[in-house]
């Protein structure tokens, strides 16, 4: 989702991707006497696995992926290697999301101009809102499906999404996906084995974030133009609450226990908290500019917010909330036009995308600073991540 990229606003592109830290071992001389070279040995074996003080950081693992609507292409940041892959694809991506126990990736997006690139060209109305102002609308938005062990054989099924579809999640089974059509003030439920939008419900005007609660029963849609949340029930597929929420709200996102979902207002600088139990605004809490993407680490501990900023004057940061006092704990910088927000399983990083530099930051949630950056595609807007597969042997 993007709130003012143009394709005529420049990259700034960081062309060095900070190269992963290399572990220097010294080795230990030889003893004459077989009691010293046994404890030699001992040493040395042993030195791999002593770290120095304060060196105690986890190593990143698994995948990455990007939407890169400038340049029509979707990237894979393997985590483990610190190799960038960008695959072109029919559609300007405007947002993606892996479906665990699947293998597969979602991606929608408007259909690229024919032939040109990703074009990510917006009108004033759209490149506040995370439009696509001069594509083919006509044409009609798309859901692809891709299958993550073969990204380069391109999209195994490319289904019809509505006019402008925005953002894109899939229900606990994998069997269903959500999608928001901006145009249309929809939700498009689109049944994954057969390939067909089986409804749409109604939400508040442009519907842009939306995610589904941990338990699988609601969805809450962020609609920019009305101030409000949408409640989907994800079960009758009906809209069941409509709640007020402040200026330009554009993503949600939900505690790991589903009692409270937070709500970035790009036009208030502001994030607003909502008691899911009484469907209220309980608290607002204020951030950078122009707050886009918020995700909260799986442990309930953080809510990661962030700020791109306006064309005018891009913002390169995220705040850092602090879910127990409620209060910004940390402000990061990151890269120019910061945007969308992943978080690993296991809450020890998370993964922004900046529009502006053609990167993604991977931030450390224990040392609240970012430890590398990737050059992706052109103007990456959504992310998600893959974890790890499971090595032979292991448990789960």
């Not at 101009?113 to 102002?133: F, R, V, W």
């Not at 409270?260 to 899911?276: C, G, M, P, Q």
């Not at 707050?291 to 442990?299: E, G, K, N």
């Not at 990151?334 to 922004?352: E, I, K, P, Q």
């Amino acid at each position: 989702m993007t709130d003012f990229e143009d394709k005529t606003v420049r990259n700034y592109r960081s062309n060095n991707a900070v190269a992963p830290a290399v572990e220097n071992r010294s080795g230990i001389s030889r003893r004459t006497t077989l009691l010293a070279l046994m404890a030699a040995t001992a040493v040395a074996a042993a030195a791999p696995l002593v770290k120095p003080a304060g060196a105690a950081e986890p190593v990143a693992s698994g995948f990455v992926y990007t939407a890169d609507e400038e340049d029509g292409s979707i990237s894979r940041i393997d985590l483990s290697t610190g190799k960038v892959e960008t695959f072109p694809v029919a559609i300007a991506p405007h947002n993606v999301q892996f479906v665990p126990g699947t293998g597969r990736l979602l991606a929608v997006g408007a259909p690229r101009p024919a032939g040109g690139e990703g074009g990510s060209g917006h009108s004033d109305d759209h490149s506040k809102t995370g439009g696509m102002g001069e594509m083919d609308m006509d044409a009609g938005g798309k859901l692809i499906v891709l299958d993550t062990a073969n990204l380069a054989s391109g999209p195994i099924a490319s289904i019809p999404a509505g006019a402008h579809p925005a953002h894109v999640i899939a229900d606990p089974d994998g069997n269903r996906a959500f999608v928001t059509d901006s145009e249309h003030n929809v939700v498009s439920v689109i049944d994954l084995t057969n390939g067909a939008v089986i409804a749409t419900v109604p939400t508040g005007d442009y519907p842009h974030g939306l995610r589904m609660s941990p338990d699988g029963r609601f969805i809450y849609v962020a609609n920019v133009k009305d101030r409000t949340v949408s409640v989907l029930d994800a079960v009758k597929l009906t809209e069941v609450a409509r709640i007020k929420v402040g200026q330009a709200p554009v993503q949600v996102g939900f505690t790991p226990d589903g009692s409270r979902v937070y709500v970035s207002l790009r036009d208030e600088n502001k994030v607003a908290v909502i008691n899911t139990s009484a469907r209220q605004v309980i608290e607002r809490t204020e951030v950078g500019r122009s707050p886009i993407q918020v995700h909260a680490t799986p442990d309930g501990r953080f809510i990661f917010v962030a700020n791109q900023g306006t064309e005018a004057k891009p913002n390169d940061t995220v705040s850092v909330i602090d879910v127990a006092s409620g209060k910004v704990a940390k402000t990061i910088r990151t890269g120019l036009g910061a945007h969308g927000v992943a978080v690993s399983n296991d809450s020890a990083f998370v993964f922004v995308t900046n529009i502006l530099d053609g990167t993604v930051s991977l931030i450390s949630v224990k040392n609240q600073s970012v430890l590398q950056s990737y050059v992706v595609g052109k103007g990456p807007n959504g992310i998600t991540f893959q974890a790890p597969l499971p090595t032979p042997g292991s448990a789960g």
